[in-house]
């Protein structure tokens, strides 16, 4: 099954519903065949966007626009690539969007980009032409051929979320239609989110949710993953679970986060955890049993 070439900002756009944007990291290997198949499952799942990161990490892996061409040709599923201001000038990125607006991608989502590793520093070096902003508004500023849709991030797990809140307001400025959020998973991340909800006027939110498979998953995303805070009371539900128990738990978990996020949210950004999309496929068809979406 496809996804409806104009349904997901249809749906964004419809206060009855909360469409499932769920990313899918490309590999690091040119072989996409089980990625080209997860993203059907995700798709068949009832995914009406497919969202690819761009070398997340700062570590290389298949590019996330040829990727998001490639999901859009020859599956025809609907989707959005991110786009860092970390790897490529002025001149790179437009011709990138440009590419993009060409193959019949109608939105991206622009970032900063994660920093490159420190022991790769010596010999790869961040560009950064743009600030998140400043690339935001270049984009929106090239009046790309039909609609062409800038999206923005925002951590709603950042200690000073007012300097957050007022980033996110200069992105608006700037041309973005809306926010996709950091995953929450602590009390202060939703208190953040709902405070966003009332802030940010005229922008749409995806509430982030990034399903817990381990304790070893939660402790390295709080040790190792800037932007990402994972609760204590979270973390200890996982303690002796094996693999079968964890998926069970991260479906529990995800279907909780979303029951609170759900009044703040115009659409779920599902986050899917090593590749695991029939996890994905189980966690959207607990969230429909549950009238959330």
Known sequence: MSVDKNGFWEAL???DRRPFAVELDAPDSP???KYMAGARRLADAGA???TVADCPNGRPCVDSSLTACKLHRELGIQAMPHLTCRDRNRNASRALLLGLAAEGIEQALLVTGDPIPPEDRADVHGVYDFTSRGFIRYAASMQLPGPFRVFAALNVNARN???QLELARQKLACGAVGFFTQPVLTERALENLALARRTLQGGKLLGGV???????NARFMNENIPGID???RVEALYEGADRARGE????????AVAREIAPYIDGFYLMTPFGRTELMARIMDRFRKEGLQ
């Not at 990034?210 to 070893?216: A, D, F, I, W």
């Not at 069970?248 to 279907?255: G, K, T």
């Open 13 to 15: 756009c419809d206060p």
């Open 31 to 33: 072989d996409l065949t």
């Open 48 to 50: 009406e966007l497919v």
């Open 161 to 163: 979320f007012d300097r």
């Open 210 to 216: 990034m399903p817990v498979v381990s304790r070893k």
């Open 230 to 232: 994972v609760d204590g």
């Open 248 to 255: 069970d738990l991260a479906v529990e978990v995800s279907a």
